[in-house]
């Protein structure tokens, strides 16, 4: 039961804080979160990416390659980041990043080190006006981190499993 308290408190506790730094020009009702993508996963530009899409094997001689996420894949907690697709932004669309995530390791993790695994990397992919969804290797969405990014700061949301959360960019 405790466990339940503290991630309510901990959720209770986010939204607040983030929903005072809200403005009226900001309005959730105004600027709605979209959804995120329901394209499907294609683990097959992991070995070979064509266009603009890069991977975490693709590297630029020229230039940073964004989004940049070979420094949190290094650090990632126990090797949990194996792999990442992203795809520019278009149009109608902002860029995306689809990360896969060792699932052995992703198990092994309680609800808050998942958490905070997901605002990390969304935060990180956030600066560059990606959105993020989190997969393993047998296609199954685990978390998404979309934003709003038409807001004068980005409004943000976390879905994992059945939650959501609110986040409000700095």
Do not use: H
């Not at 809200?22 to 979209?34: G, L, M, T």
């Not at 294609?42 to 991977?55: A, D, I, W």
């Amino acid at each position: 039961m405790r466990p339940a308290i503290l991630i309510l408190g901990i959720t209770l506790g986010t939204i607040f804080c983030f929903r005072s730094e809200i403005s009226a020009a900001e309005d959730v009702s105004v600027a709605p979160i979209p959804l995120p993508s329901d394209e499907p996963l294609q683990l097959e530009l992991l070995n070979n990416p064509r266009g603009l899409v890069r991977t975490a094997n693709t590297i630029s001689q020229e230039q940073l390659t964004i989004p940049s996420l070979w420094w949190a894949k290094e650090n990632s907690q126990n090797k949990l980041l194996d792999n990442w697709i992203a795809y520019p932004a278009t149009k109608i669309r902002p860029g995306r990043v689809d990360l896969i995530v060792n699932e052995q390791i992703w198990t092994l993790l309680d609800y808050l080190e998942r958490y905070n695994f997901v605002n990390y990397l969304g935060g990180v992919v956030r600066g560059n006006k990606y959105n993020m969804r989190v997969f393993n290797y047998q296609k199954e969405l685990l978390a998404t981190y979309t934003c709003n990014f038409q807001t004068i700061k980005p409004l943000c949301q976390i879905k994992m499993n059945t939650q959501t959360f609110l986040e409000m960019s700095f």
